[in-house]
């Protein structure tokens, strides 16, 4: 067992990971990319950046692989994924600790993490026996008509710094059985743990043998510029892209210019709204992970509390209490409930929107920056907002630990302020009667695309579709058909009789 104490330095522990891990010497240079930790700021290596045309090749090596791939019966095709999900559980522990090191999560949420990518990886093998079509009822005798669904192409992939590995696991082990290369780039915020996955990845690829072509999993290192070769690249079918919303509104119009498929995973503006008959104890919990978890930097992190007039003066000061006890520092040490933010700019973002709040009248309960980690590690704590108005800052996403909190009088003000922004990812009611719980998630309920009862808005589960309406991007991935995005339907007709009837009973005798 590796040194996985916090004694041990950042550096030293996340090189041993990636040596051991196989990531190849050649990953790295000493005029890259800066690799580096919040967890006290610094470089731990500088990884080799690729050139635009570098890119290219990795494209076309994907799409030489798609050719041969698409080939591979989908069931063997599972198998790989299989081998993937085994490498994953043999280095849930490095893999876990080396998100700790390079997003500042705790280790439970890094080996979450991991356990995320292990968890698709096992429905994408049952689902690599289910890629099911239909039969459907033809109007012409002696005729069958189906559907089959047909491997699509290379799958780009775009991934964002806060779940750095596993949005890659749910578009590439879904893509990977569906007949599909994939072609990634992550965060360049987070290049280590994409060259370990990649490592990882190619652990299973030689277990596999043959008949893996090679270029099935590309990697693209570098900038921003990477991840325009692949959203303008005819070669690449399908992007799924993860990250803000303004990302999602420069990429979103190029895919549809030479239509391509978006699978768009944008921003949220999560709420949850707080009844006269919840069990407050239970609500407080869910609303303290899900608002402070990740130190506020899931896209499904609770952002907006919309608490019951009757109940808001016996839940907020509890809360308060929750938010000034909660313990903040190195993510490795084992109490730590909150680890730093990625950097100094998203500090700075949310100094920027508690002085927004302040100057609009909210009371604010935390916030500021503790004196941790050194110099170029960003701490803060978290910030209970009162707010007086639906207002402000609350209308938009800024991607730190701010939970504005408001009143509200009736359910369907509840609901409608719950609807009133821009994105559409999460959302939940704490709530014991039936009939208001039923609203919530009814037609006419929260237009989001998670809508959750008695569980905060965070911490789905790879089973349900993942993603969310309005400005989220509207992109499903993970569980419940999301693998339909990866393939290309085909309506197949087929006549087995002498004559020719035509659809729609047309006649056409010649
Ligand atoms: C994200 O923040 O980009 O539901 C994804 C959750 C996690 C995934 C979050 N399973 O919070």
């Given at each position: 067992m590796r040194d996985h104490t916090p004694a041990a330095s950042v550096r030293a522990e996340a090189l041993a990971i990636l040596s051991s891990l196989g990531v190849p010497e050649s990953a790295f240079a000493a005029q890259g990319l800066p690799a580096r930790s919040p967890i006290t700021g610094e470089i731990v290596a500088t990884v080799r950046a690729m050139s635009a045309d570098e890119a290219g090749a990795a494209i076309g090596r994907a799409h030489e692989a798609f050719l041969a791939w698409r080939r591979v019966p989908a069931p063997r095709r599972g198998e790989l994924v299989r081998l993937i999900g085994e490498e994953l559980r043999t280095h849930k522990d490095d893999l876990g600790r080396l998100v700790t090191l390079e997003t500042g999560k705790i280790v439970s949420e890094g080996l979450g993490e991991v356990q995320e990518m292990i968890d698709i990886c096992d429905f994408a093998v049952g689902l690599s026996r289910q890629l099911y079509g239909l039969t459907i009822a033809t109007e012409r005798r002696d005729h069958r008509m189906m559907e089959t669904w047909h491997p699509l192409g290379v799958c780009g992939v775009i991934s964002a710094f806060n779940f750095p590995v596993a949005v890659w696991s749910w578009n590439a082990a879904l893509a990977f059985i569906c007949g599909d290369p994939v072609v990634w780039k992550p965060s360049e915020k987070t290049p280590l743990t994409a060259l370990a996955t990649q490592a990882i990845v190619e652990r299973a690829l030689a277990r596999f043998g043959a008949d893996a072509p090679a270029g099935l999993s590309e990697l693209l290192i570098g900038g921003r510029d990477l991840g325009e070769v692949l959203v303008d690249d005819a070669r690449v079918p399908v992007v799924s892209a993860t990250g803000s919303t303004a990302m999602g509104r420069a990429v979103a119009p190029r895919l549809a210019g030479r239509f391509a498929r978006a699978i768009l995973e944008l921003g949220g503006n999560n709420a949850a709204i707080v009844t006269p008959s919840a069990d407050l104890g239970l609500a407080l919990r869910a609303i303290a992970f899900a608002a402070m978890g990740t130190a506020g930097q899931?896209?499904?992190?609770?952002r907006r509390l919309f608490v019951h007039e009757s109940v808001y003066d016996t839940l907020v000061p509890q809360l308060a209490r929750a938010y000034a006890a909660v313990s903040i520092g190195d993510p490795r040490e084992a109490g730590t409930l909150v680890g730093p933010l990625i950097d100094g700019s998203a500090y700075e973002g949310m100094e920027r929107a508690l002085q927004e709040a302040r100057d609009l009248g909210a009371r604010v309960h935390g916030g500021g920056r503790v004196?941790?980690?050194?110099?170029?590690a960003f701490y803060a704590r978290p910030a209970l907002v009162e707010i007086p108005a639906h207002t402000g800052p609350m209308l938009r996403e800024t991607f730190a630990p701010i939970l504005y909190v408001t009143r509200y009088a009736t359910l369907d003000e509840a609901i409608a302020l719950n609807n009133a922004v821009g994105a559409g990812l999460s959302s939940s009611i704490f709530t014991l009667d039936m009939r208001e719980a039923e609203a919530f998630i009814a037609?006419?309920?929260?237009?989001?695309?998670i809508a959750n009862v008695n569980i905060g808005p965070s911490g789905a589960e790879i089973g349900g579709a993942f993603g969310g309406e309005k400005e989220t991007g509207g992109g499903r991935e993970a569980g419940?058909?999301?693998?339909?995005?990866y393939m290309r339907r085909a309506t197949n007709t087929l006549n087995y009789g002498t004559t020719l009837p035509l659809a729609q009973g047309v006649k056409f005798d010649i």
């Open positions: 899931r896209c499904t992190t609770l004196a941790t980690g050194g110099a170029d037609a006419s309920g929260s237009d989001c695309g419940s058909d999301a693998w339909k995005a």
